[in-house]
C-alpha cells in the first residue's frame, strides 16, 4: 500500500538544498582553523573552489523510492575525515599554490608566485609531508551533517499532513468503504 507523499517529498528536497547550501558556505568559512605539529593554519578550505563547484544534488527517483544525495569530488572527504598519507600530483600542488591567496610559507613570509622555481620547490615539500603525514582531519563535512540531522526530526509533520490529505485513499485500499456522511465501514465475516 502506498500514497502520496508531495509533502513529504517536499521537505526532503528542502532539506537537501539547505544541507547543500551549508556545505557551500562551510567550505567557504574563513576562521577555520587547523593545528598542525609546525604552524596553526587559519583559512577557508577552498583554494581552487574546485570542490565547491564540484557539489550538486543527484536525484533518483522512481514510483516507489526518491533518493537524493550530495555529490562532489571525493579528496572532500578525505579533507573532512583526514588520512594517514596522500598522494598529491606536484602539478596539482603548483595549481592549488597558485590559487591560494596570500599563501605563505613555514616562516609566514608571502611566497612570490610568480617565481616558478620556488612554488615548485613549495609543491614538493607539500608532497613530501602529505606523503608522510596525510591530512589533518577538519570534520567540515561532518559538523555539517549532524547539525542538519535535527532537522529530520520535523518530517513528522508533512507525513502527518500527507497522510491526512490522502486518507480517503489509504482507508479505501485497506477495504474500508465510504459511506454516507463521509463515514467508512469495513465489512467482517464472522468465521466458525
Same mark, same amino acid.
Not at 94 to 102: D, E, M
Not at 169 to 174: C, D
Given at each position: 500500500?502506498?500514497?502520496?507523499?508531495?509533502?513529504?517529498?517536499?521537505? $526532503?528536497?528542502?532539506?537537501?538544498?539547505?544541507?547543500?547550501?551549508?556545505?557551500?558556505?562551510?567550505?567557504?568559512?574563513?576562521?577555520?582553523?587547523?593545528?598542525?605539529?609546525?604552524?596553526?593554519?587559519?583559512?577557508?578550505?577552498?583554494?581552487?573552489? %574546485?570542490?565547491?563547484?564540484?557539489?550538486?544534488? /543527484?536525484? *533518483?527517483?522512481? #514510483?516507489?523510492?526518491?533518493?537524493?544525495?550530495?555529490?562532489?569530488?571525493?579528496?572532500?572527504?578525505?579533507?573532512?575525515?583526514?588520512?594517514?598519507?596522500?598522494?598529491?600530483?606536484? !602539478?596539482?600542488?603548483?595549481?592549488? /599554490?597558485? =590559487?591560494?591567496?596570500?599563501?605563505?610559507?613555514?616562516?609566514?613570509?608571502?611566497? =612570490?608566485?610568480?617565481?616558478?622555481?620556488?612554488? !615548485?620547490?613549495?609543491?614538493?615539500?607539500? %608532497?613530501?609531508? $602529505? *606523503?608522510?603525514? !596525510?591530512?589533518?582531519?577538519?570534520?567540515?563535512?561532518? =559538523?555539517?551533517?549532524? %547539525?542538519?540531522?535535527?532537522? $529530520?526530526? =520535523? /518530517?513528522?509533520?508533512? /507525513?502527518?499532513?500527507?497522510a491526512n490529505d490522502d486518507l480517503d485513499?489509504? $482507508? #479505501?485500499?485497506?477495504g474500508y468503504k465510504k459511506g454516507a456522511?463521509?463515514?467508512?465501514?469495513?465489512?467482517? #465475516?464472522?468465521?466458525?
Open positions: 500500500m502506498s500514497f502520496k507523499l508531495k509533502n513529504t517529498e517536499k521537505y $526532503l528536497r528542502q532539506y537537501t538544498k539547505s544541507l547543500l547550501d551549508n556545505l557551500i558556505v562551510e567550505i567557504s568559512r574563513v576562521n577555520r582553523t587547523r593545528n598542525y605539529a609546525s604552524r596553526t593554519v587559519t583559512s577557508p578550505i577552498k583554494a581552487s573552489g %574546485s570542490l565547491q563547484e564540484s557539489l550538486k544534488i /543527484i536525484q *533518483k527517483d522512481t #514510483k516507489s523510492k526518491l533518493e537524493l544525495n550530495i555529490e562532489g569530488n571525493s579528496y572532500g572527504e578525505q579533507i573532512d575525515e583526514g588520512t594517514n598519507t596522500s598522494s598529491v600530483s606536484k !602539478g596539482k600542488l603548483i595549481q592549488w /599554490i597558485k =590559487n591560494k591567496n596570500g599563501f605563505k610559507d613555514l616562516n609566514g613570509n608571502p611566497v =612570490n608566485l610568480s617565481n616558478l622555481k620556488e612554488v !615548485g620547490r613549495i609543491a614538493g615539500l607539500i %608532497s613530501k609531508s $602529505l *606523503k608522510f603525514n !596525510g591530512i589533518k582531519q577538519t570534520n567540515f563535512l561532518t =559538523n555539517i551533517v549532524e %547539525s542538519k540531522f535535527k532537522e $529530520l526530526n =520535523n /518530517i513528522e509533520a508533512p /507525513i502527518l499532513k500527507d485513499n489509504i $482507508l #479505501k485500499r485497506a456522511n463521509e463515514t467508512f465501514s469495513i465489512q467482517t #465475516k464472522i468465521i466458525q
